[in-house]
């Protein structure tokens, strides 16, 4: 065994964090995005948006007073009663603009700081991703992370949105107005003032607390009433074949009729809330204005004086009245960052290491070193593998579905790691160098073509980005697929639908061969690179892959043996090990696996599958 050779029982996979984001965690993990190193435009707008919000404050708090002035200068003993006043009410309404105007510059100045945080921590988990392994991806679904990403970012946005600019400047303006009540009539007031502000909150968040659940089933009963609707609209012609019209129809009600329960339930006790909210407010504004009316007969306080601790009051209220919300929004956008934070916790099975070079590309031989591979410790699917395919030649690996043909181009890739033995290309351990570097070296026409939901002209210069129009034409060309684009309405600029589905198979795969030849790597990797063609493309194809192969490094994984009767060699896979291996002629005359593979297409008998090495993924 070469000395790079390792040993392993199983082959890594990601490693989770031991436990879950807890909400302060998350709140230190997007702290630093508030305050972003080296942004020195991002930090002066949040010291900027500090000043604002404490401006806003200051001139809300001082509203009142204004207030309490020209109601003041309104009682019959002012003797200013004209000019007084209207400097007064002008006054007043000037704060006012001044602290709506404070709010607002506020927010548009804070508006770049909140979105580079969302940008950021949206692009860190979507790189992330993309650096976790294939397996991490096939046990999981797409569309679950994308709804973890889409969820997390909203959930920032909400979090800044009300925990900094609702709810920290309530509790701030909270403290002003208790300090202005307490300078100017005593502690009393304050504290009045401070327990009905208190016991509204508690009850606000423990009744929030108890109706979470019914708003939970709701919103599950929600979710499942739209899926059944999607999956009976979706298999529609399914739904109609059978007559299951009235079938469906009671399985959406069913849906419908829980939904109907659970929001009964929450609505009710939305009523129990808000009604409670408001004895609380209507109790402590009684005593307030009890304690007021009964200091303006004893003389100690004025007519303005009572005006002022009741529009104190009304102004702090106001912005509670939305805590329930605001707590419940607040909670679910930090279980959402939770979620998308512990993506980006989850450490990738396969990783560069630490001063990883990149491939050094020469001839571009490929030497497979008693490799051995298990999906799963008792799933082994490939068992001391060992061939050479030699720099600029072709090899070709051919065996029953379930042989192990396709994980080795998956292993080739790097998408996972061998279990034991070593792949090198021109000598150098492929686990030595970096990924990406490997990646671009080689290029591949995959059995299952799946295209992005672009153009034909996006989906074959993927394999090279930067390409010019005219290379893309190129590998269209040498692809046999120029002629078919170029007849279509939009040519070039024809979308393909999701996944490709407004293409054919065969033309799906033709792109899928013009991207690698654009991509003119040293190594190729056909898996089944035409299996979706006719007869008459596929020998027309051939020749296109057989010129662009040319002096190349070509690993062919096929099924159909007539597409290999020409390399350089064949490999037979049975049941994870080489059965068999030699040029065309020779394994035919060893009347062998081969040629009984060779036989059986011949005379168009299906083959027998391996179905017990089928890899459990």
Same mark, same amino acid.
């Given at each position: 065994m070469s000395p790079h050779a390792r040993q392993a029982t199983v082959p890594a996979v990601e490693v989770l964090p031991d436990e879950r984001h807890n909400r302060w965690r998350t709140l230190r993990t997007l702290a630093p995005h508030l305050w972003p190193r080296g942004e020195t435009d991002l930090k002066a707008r949040v010291v900027i948006a500090v000043l604002l919000l404490i401006g806003a404050k200051i001139a809300n708090v001082y509203v009142p007073l204004l207030y309490k002035g020209a109601v003041d200068a309104l009682t019959p003993s002012t003797t200013a009663i004209v000019v007084a006043p209207i400097g007064l009410v002008v006054g007043y309404g000037l704060l006012r603009c001044l602290a709506q105007g404070f709010a607002e510059l506020r927010d548009a100045v804070f508006a770049k700081v909140a979105q580079r945080a969302i940008r950021r921590t949206a692009l860190a988990t979507f790189r992330h991703l993309h650096a976790l392994s294939l397996a991490f991806h096939l046990d999981r679904q797409t569309g679950g992370l994308s709804r973890a990403i889409d969820r997390g970012v909203k959930g920032i946005e909400w979090l800044l949105s009300f925990m900094l600019f609702n709810i920290v400047p309530t509790l701030l303006e909270i403290a002003m107005v208790g300090a202005v009540l307490w300078s100017l009539y005593g502690f009393i007031f304050a504290l009045v003032n401070l327990a009905t502000i208190g016991l509204y909150v508690a009850?606000?968040?423990?009744?929030?607390?108890?109706?979470?659940?019914?708003?939970?089933?709701?919103?599950?009963?929600?979710?499942?009433?739209?899926?059944?609707?999607?999956?009976?609209?979706?298999?529609?012609?399914?739904?109609?074949?059978?007559?299951?019209?009235?079938?469906?129809?009671?399985?959406?009600?069913?849906?419908?009729?829980?939904?109907?329960?659970?929001?009964?339930?929450?609505?009710?006790?939305?009523?129990?809330?808000? @009604?409670?909210? #408001?004895? &609380?407010?209507?109790? +402590?504004?009684?005593?307030?204005? %009890?304690?007021?009316?009964?200091?303006? $007969? !004893?003389?100690?306080?004025?007519?303005?004086?009572?005006?002022?601790?009741?529009?104190?009051?009304?102004?702090?209220?106001?912005?509670?009245?939305?805590?329930?919300?605001?707590?419940?929004?607040?909670?679910?956008?930090?279980?959402?960052?939770?979620?998308?934070?512990?993506?980006?916790?989850?450490?990738?099975?396969?990783?560069?290491?630490?001063?990883?070079?990149?491939?050094?590309?020469?001839?571009?031989?490929?030497?497979?070193?008693?490799?051995?591979?298990?999906y799963r410790p008792d799933r082994v699917v490939l068992r001391d593998i060992s061939f050479t395919v030699?720099?600029?030649?072709?090899?070709?690996?051919?065996?029953?579905?379930?042989?192990?043909?396709?994980?080795?181009?998956?292993?080739?890739?790097?998408?996972?790691? @061998?279990?034991? #033995?070593? &792949?090198?290309?021109? +000598?150098?351990?492929?686990?030595? %160098?970096?990924?990406?570097?490997?990646? $671009? !070296?080689?290029?591949?026409?995959?059995?299952?073509?799946?295209?992005?939901?672009?153009?034909?002209?996006?989906?074959?210069?993927?394999?090279?980005?930067?390409?010019?129009?005219?290379?893309?034409?190129?590998?269209?060309?040498?692809?046999?697929?120029?002629?078919?684009?170029?007849?279509?309405?939009?040519?070039?600029?024809?979308?393909?639908?999701?996944?490709?589905?407004?293409l054919s198979g065969g033309e799906k795969q033709r792109v899928a061969i013009a991207r690698a030849f654009l991509k003119r790597t040293r190594i190729l990797l056909f898996d089944e690179a035409t299996s979706a063609l006719d007869t008459r493309t596929e020998r027309a194809i051939q020749a296109s892959l057989d010129e662009v192969a040319r002096d190349r490094t070509t690993l062919v994984i096929a099924h159909r043996l007539s597409t290999v009767v020409d390399v350089d060699e064949i490999i037979v896979l049975a049941d994870g090990r080489i059965a068999e291996r030699g040029h065309h002629a020779d394994l035919l005359a060893q009347a062998g696996l081969y040629a009984a593979m060779w036989q059986r297409q011949q005379t168009a008998i299906p083959p027998e599958d391996d179905v017990s090495a089928v890899p459990m993924v």
């Open positions: 009850y606000t968040l423990a009744i929030t607390e108890w109706r979470t659940k019914f708003r939970r089933a709701m919103n599950d009963m929600d979710g499942e009433a739209n899926t059944k609707a999607i999956d009976s609209l979706i298999n529609y012609e399914t739904v109609k074949y059978f007559g299951n019209e009235d079938h469906e129809a009671r399985r959406y009600d069913g849906a419908l009729r829980s939904y109907e329960r659970a929001a009964v339930i929450s609505k009710a006790s939305l009523s129990l809330l808000n @009604v409670g909210q #408001g004895v &609380i407010i209507a109790v +402590g504004l009684i005593a307030v204005m %009890v304690m007021a009316a009964n200091r303006i $007969a !004893a003389g100690t306080m004025t007519i303005g004086d009572f005006v002022l601790v009741n529009s104190y009051l009304i102004q702090l209220y106001l912005p509670l009245n939305f805590l329930g919300m605001v707590y419940r929004e607040v909670r679910q956008s930090l279980i959402d960052m939770e979620q998308m934070f512990h993506l980006n916790e989850v450490v990738p099975a396969i990783q560069d290491r630490p001063g990883a070079r990149g491939l050094e590309i020469g001839a571009g031989a490929i030497t497979f070193d008693r490799v051995s591979f298990g030699p720099g600029g030649r072709k090899v070709a690996i051919v065996g029953a579905s379930g042989a192990g043909k396709s994980t080795i181009s998956r292993l080739l890739f790097r998408f996972y790691d @061998v279990t034991e #033995g070593a &792949i090198r290309i021109d +000598g150098q351990d492929i686990r030595d %160098v970096t990924q990406e570097s490997l990646r $671009a !070296a080689i290029g591949i026409v995959p059995q299952d073509t799946v295209l992005f939901n672009d153009t034909i002209d996006y989906n074959i210069a993927y394999g090279r980005p930067k390409a010019i129009p005219g290379e893309v034409e190129e590998a269209a060309r040498l692809a046999r697929v120029h002629d078919f684009v170029t007849a279509l309405p939009d040519g070039y600029d024809t979308r393909v639908g999701e996944r490709g589905l407004k």
